[in-house]
């Protein structure tokens, strides 16, 4: 079996209540639709039926609710997508082996009912997080409840990029050119977030937390390099903040905790990328996952298909490491 533990799915009436809401989410409502197998079933089966003995996790796809909602209606629409999510797991076992709750951050205390309700309730297997919650970082310690929630259930949490254009490239210009907000700012804004919450003690306080990168954990396999022996002195090219206490606070050298995130495979068939981060994160840390319909089913069985695992390895890519993050049978 093939679990693919990372794709999207914006149910239509969760699409129509989001348009309802907000008349400034309609140019968003319009670019999700013109995917159809964002939401349109049998469009989306047709597509995982060229895969023999596969299923899908699904969550609910880009922008975050945070970044363009009021808490009010974030916590509204996140009630109506899970519940909607939930049920379409219960209609089509055979086809969604579970669903990533989504939540709205910018109230820290709804938010943590509706992790609760959607854990214990609908049987969520985990939620859906964001790099930023509206431009604030993960580590800000208005979070913190947030993660420790999370820990006390036991069950991961997806971590999925986002950026704008409005994130500019150069000083000199209004925006991101050439969708690098994307190409280079996703990867990027992963990077920063999983630093950040490792220098923030996070996994010290939380060291059974289980957290899913998107696209194989950013940038951080490819610049091992930097992000360990580089970091080691951390401090010594900074002169307006003192960090001279960072890593001495920590129980572990930081670049063990880069290793305690698990990652996936959705990098869009790339073999390069699968060996960095296979190599990086280790075969029992890495989810099979293709960011389907945004990203290419075939393109990545094959490209893991062809990559030269063992079958233990391969069998624990596939499948096995999510079915024990999961809890599936």
């Not at 219960?90 to 082996?97: C, D, E, K, L």
């Not at 069950?155 to 409005?166: D, E, F, G, M, N």
């Not at 994160?281 to 069985?301: E, Q």
């Amino acid at each position: 079996m093939i679990i693919d533990a990372y794709t999207h799915l914006a149910p239509r009436s969760f699409l129509t209540k989001m348009d309802d809401m907000s008349a400034t989410l309609r140019n968003i409502t319009r670019r999700l639709l013109s995917v159809k197998e964002l939401y349109d079933l049998d469009a989306r089966f047709r597509a995982m039926d060229a895969i023999e003995d596969y299923r899908q996790v699904i969550s609910l796809p880009n922008p975050s609710l945070e970044e363009c909602t009021s808490p009010e209606v974030g916590r509204e629409l996140a009630r109506v997508a899970n519940d909607e999510l939930a049920e379409l797991c219960a209609n089509y076992p055979s086809r969604f082996a579970g669903f990533v709750a989504g939540i709205s951050l910018n109230d820290v205390a709804t938010a943590l009912d509706e992790v609760d309700r959607a854990i214990n309730q609908l049987r969520a297997v985990g939620v859906q997080i964001y790099t930023n919650i509206d431009g604030h970082p993960l580590d800000d310690p208005r979070f913190s409840p947030f993660f420790a929630r999370m820990a006390e259930h036991d069950r991961p949490i997806w971590l999925h990029p986002t950026r704008t254009a409005a994130v500019r490239d150069y000083q000199t210009e209004a925006k991101s050119r050439y969708e690098m907000w994307w190409c280079f700012g996703w990867p990027y804004d992963t990077s920063v977030a999983m630093a950040r919450l490792v220098f923030s003690g996070l996994f010290d306080r939380h060291p059974d937390l289980k957290i899913i990168t998107h696209h194989l954990g950013g940038m951080i396999p490819y610049f091992d390099g930097r992000v360990g022996p580089g970091l080691e002195v951390l401090g010594s090219r900074t002169t307006d903040e003192d960090y001279s206490s960072v890593l001495s606070s920590l129980k572990r050298p930081h670049i063990d905790y880069f290793h305690m995130f698990y990652a996936d495979t959705a990098m869009f068939g790339s073999m390069t990328a699968l060996q960095c981060g296979l190599d990086f994160f280790g075969s029992d840390h890495v989810v099979f996952a293709t960011d389907a319909p945004l990203g290419p089913i075939a393109k990545t069985v094959d490209a893991l298909t062809g990559f030269g695992l063992g079958p233990d390895a391969k069998a624990a890519v596939f499948s096995g490491n999510a079915r024990r993050l999961l809890r599936l049978p």
